[in-house]
């Protein structure tokens, strides 16, 4: 069968590529094409835009990329139709994928959302849509089915495909040794995210917070698709390393973690590693935002667990001093660091419902072959 997936970012295309090997078990000869990045590509599909050319942040962003966004949203469509394949799957990207989905509904091509849009956190009346131009929702979050279920919604949880990437990875044995750090000395992730937007307002903060922990080693995980440019603050700090591409491998020796919101946040806690989340956006950003977010917390975190087990410090909390009380006690505070990887226990018993990416492509392919009959 051929089969049309649709990724926008960074954790899509990694969970897109572990869905297409696991499709691949049910489904030997699939053939796999569609928008994504460099990790489906490995996986074998093939591309025809990268998620680079779609990622923005936030609804200043969308709004000044709003015509390259339709430009790609229209070519997406115009290869869906030629291509016509036998499933299409959006993956996350709610902004570009839902409306994407109503075109491809009414030409009679089976819609799967995998990882579906964050409808409960904001403008709720999108899960109707949800509902209406999709034919089945796998949803990665344990919560999500109380929520849909409110509007008659049936979505199947599969469990969650961070778990499955963290389960499949190999840590690199020496990998403290290559950065040269002494085996007593303290060390602390920092996880600017992976958007342009975010390190602007973000890496400062975190830069200067490492001038008040000289006897402490920061390591930053460097995204390899943005500009070197954006980590330019950490590169005057002679206790700041910077490492590309290794964020898992950094997770596993770090004392605690310093993360802007995101998938992120969850990883952290599935290392078990003590964290602070730090969010800062801009002023207009900030007020639209709160006037319309639906949920108490911002890290999936403190969702999933449904109370605080970390502290999020958003928008002027997110400064050094705050961020400095907050780090000193995830360092040094044993209790606190007990408290914390105890509920990460809890959280990884919720999450570990088996492959997510294999009950997915299980229950994807059953679906079609029953379409067919």
Same mark, same amino acid.
């Given at each position: 069968?051929?089969?049309?997936?649709?990724?926008?970012?960074?954790?899509?295309?990694?969970?897109?590529?572990?869905?297409?090997?696991?499709?691949?078990?049910?489904?030997?000869?699939?053939?796999?094409?569609?928008?994504?990045?460099?990790?489906?590509?490995?996986?074998?599909?093939?591309?025809?835009?990268?998620?680079?050319?779609?990622?923005?942040?936030?609804?200043?962003? /969308?709004?000044?990329? /709003?015509?390259?966004?339709?430009?790609?949203?229209?070519?997406?469509?115009?290869?869906?139709?030629?291509?016509?394949?036998?499933?299409?799957?959006?993956?996350?990207?709610?902004?570009?994928?839902?409306?994407?989905? &109503?075109?491809?509904?009414?030409?009679?091509?089976?819609?799967?959302?995998?990882?579906?849009?964050?409808?409960?956190?904001?403008?709720?009346?999108?899960?109707?849509?949800?509902?209406?131009?999709?034919?089945?929702?796998?949803?990665?979050?344990?919560?999500?089915?109380?929520?849909?279920?409110?509007?008659?919604?049936?979505?199947?949880?599969?469990?969650? &495909?961070?778990?499955?990437?963290?389960?499949?990875?190999?840590?690199?044995?020496?990998?403290?040794?290559?950065?040269?750090?002494?085996?007593?000395?303290?060390?602390?992730?920092?996880?600017?995210?992976?958007?342009?937007?975010?390190?602007?307002?973000?890496?400062?903060?975190?830069?200067?917070?490492?001038?008040?922990?000289?006897?402490?080693?920061?390591?930053?995980?460097?995204?390899?698709?943005?500009?070197?440019?954006?980590?330019?603050?950490?590169?005057?700090?002679?206790?700041?390393?910077?490492?590309?591409?290794?964020?898992?491998?950094?997770?596993?020796?770090?004392?605690?973690?310093?993360?802007?919101?995101?998938?992120?946040?969850?990883?952290?806690?599935?290392?078990?590693?003590?964290?602070?989340?730090?969010?800062?956006?801009?002023?207009?950003? @900030?007020?639209?935002?709160?006037?319309?977010?639906?949920?108490?917390?911002?890290?999936?975190?403190?969702?999933?667990?449904?109370?605080?087990?970390?502290?999020?410090?958003?928008?002027?909390?997110?400064? &050094?001093?705050?961020?400095?009380?907050?780090?000193?006690?995830?360092?040094?505070?044993?209790?606190?660091?007990?408290?914390?990887?105890?509920? @990460?226990?809890? /959280? @990884?018993?919720?999450?570990?419902?088996?492959?997510?990416?294999?009950?997915?492509?299980?229950?994807?392919?059953?679906?079609?072959?029953?379409?067919?009959?």
């Amino acid at each position: 069968m051929k089969y049309f997936l649709i990724a926008g970012e960074r954790s899509g295309d990694l969970h897109g590529s572990n869905l297409v090997k696991a499709l691949r078990q049910f489904d030997p000869d699939g053939e796999f094409l569609g928008f994504g990045g460099d990790e489906m590509e490995r996986a074998g599909v093939k591309l025809t835009v990268h998620y680079r050319e779609l990622a923005v942040m936030g609804f200043i962003s /969308l709004a000044t990329s /709003l015509f390259r966004i339709f430009r790609y949203l229209k070519q997406c469509q115009a290869e869906i139709l030629a291509a016509q394949p036998d499933a299409v799957i959006l993956i996350d990207y709610g902004g570009f994928n839902l409306r994407l989905a &109503p075109t491809i509904k009414a030409q009679g091509i089976p819609v799967y959302y995998y990882i579906s849009p964050k409808v409960w956190a904001w403008n709720q009346s999108r899960t109707l849509k949800l509902k209406k131009y999709t034919d089945k929702v796998f949803s990665i979050l344990p919560f999500e089915n109380d929520f849909f279920h409110r509007f008659d919604f049936a979505v199947d949880y599969v469990g969650n &495909p961070v778990l499955d990437a963290i389960k499949s990875f190999h840590p690199n044995a020496e990998f403290r040794k290559s950065l040269n750090v002494n085996a007593d000395k303290r060390l602390v992730a920092l996880l600017p995210g992976s958007r342009a937007m975010e390190l602007k307002r973000i890496v400062p903060l975190m830069a200067t917070l490492a001038d008040g922990f000289p006897e402490i080693q920061f390591v930053v995980a460097v995204v390899n698709n943005l500009s070197p440019d954006l980590y330019e603050p950490f590169k005057s700090r002679k206790n700041v390393i910077l490492v590309q591409d290794a964020t898992y491998d950094l997770l596993t020796v770090a004392d605690a973690a310093i993360v802007t919101s995101g998938t992120a946040t969850l990883e952290t806690g599935i290392f078990k590693v003590p964290q602070v989340v730090v969010y800062k956006t801009s002023p207009l950003e @900030y007020q639209l935002v709160k006037a319309l977010i639906k949920v108490e917390f911002i890290s999936l975190v403190n969702l999933i667990a449904a109370k605080p087990v970390i502290q999020e410090l958003i928008q002027r909390d997110a400064n &050094p001093e705050s961020v400095r009380v907050e780090l000193q006690k995830l360092l040094f505070d044993e209790s606190y660091r007990a408290m914390m990887k105890a509920e @990460y226990e809890n /959280l @990884y018993r919720i999450l570990d419902t088996g492959s997510a990416s294999r009950n997915t492509a299980r229950l994807l392919v059953n679906d079609l072959r029953q379409r067919k009959k």
